[in-house]
């Protein structure tokens, strides 16, 4: 099946510095990956889509500066969190979206990266 | 607007025993449905999906979902629960294109005693 794979899986930094997030599509080229975050007990909220050689196209009151996003290859898709902040502590989780399940897309998600920002 | 309602946050079952986890979403048009699983340190694995046909649908690990168009549900049950079937369960609804953009529900939490 498809494989999606995140890294780190756990990352801790001060507040202030920018951390990336890598999500890799192992077995399969994905056109489009998604970025959501997760809150302790919480859905899964959908932060921004990410296209491969365009912009990313973010949801309503993320902040696009705060949280940027690569899609350079078919493969691979980077958020950064730039100038951290405790509020920024959370679960982040990517998907990628492969067609060839059929008429309706699937989404792959990948383990997820848990941040925490002292 | 779209949204996906799980009513139920925490669920036990005893081992052996039938599960059945409560799903309901709103969305004007034909919806895409979905059931993943979360895991500790796993991602989220799909079960099952519906977008047309076949309102009962099957899925892995033997769970199946009926969709009810006038009930706007879309239940998830399986008849014999396994202790490893203890995770985080998550109903989602695709809107859109193709269903290409997912809205979760909150999730429920199976827990498993033996």
């Known amino acids: 099946g498809a494989v999606v794979s995140q890294h780190p899986s756990w990352v801790i930094c001060k507040s202030g510095t920018s951390v990336k997030i890598e999500c890799r599509s192992l077995d399969f080229q994905a056109t489009t990956m998604f970025w959501y975050r997760q809150f302790p007990k919480q859905s899964l909220m959908l932060m921004a889509t990410?296209?491969?050689?365009?912009?990313?196209?973010?949801e309503q009151g993320v902040e696009k500066d705060k949280f940027l996003i690569n899609h350079a290859s078919l493969t691979l898709s980077t958020l950064t969190v730039t100038s951290a902040h405790p509020e920024d502590s959370s679960f982040y989780i990517c998907s990628a979206r492969d067609f060839r399940g059929g008429l309706v897309e699937t989404q792959y998600f990948g383990p997820g990266t848990r941040l925490l920002v002292l | 607007a779209q949204s996906v309602t799980q009513p139920d946050i925490h669920i036990t079952v005893s081992e052996g025993a039938s599960l059945e986890l409560r799903c309901n979403y709103s969305y004007g048009a034909t919806p895409y449905l979905f059931w993943y699983v979360q895991s500790p340190g796993q991602g989220l694995q799909l079960l099952l999906k519906?977008?047309?046909?076949?309102?009962l649908v099957q899925g892995i690990k033997g769970f199946e979902a009926e969709f009810k168009r006038s009930q706007s549900s879309f239940n998830l049950r399986k008849p014999s629960v396994h202790w490893s079937d203890a995770a985080e369960y998550f109903c989602a609804v695709g809107v859109g294109q193709a269903g290409t953009a997912l809205i979760f529900g909150k999730g429920t939490t199976l827990s498993v005693s033996s």
């Open positions: 519906y977008f047309s046909g076949d309102t």
């Open positions: 990410s296209n491969e050689g365009s912009k990313a196209t973010y």
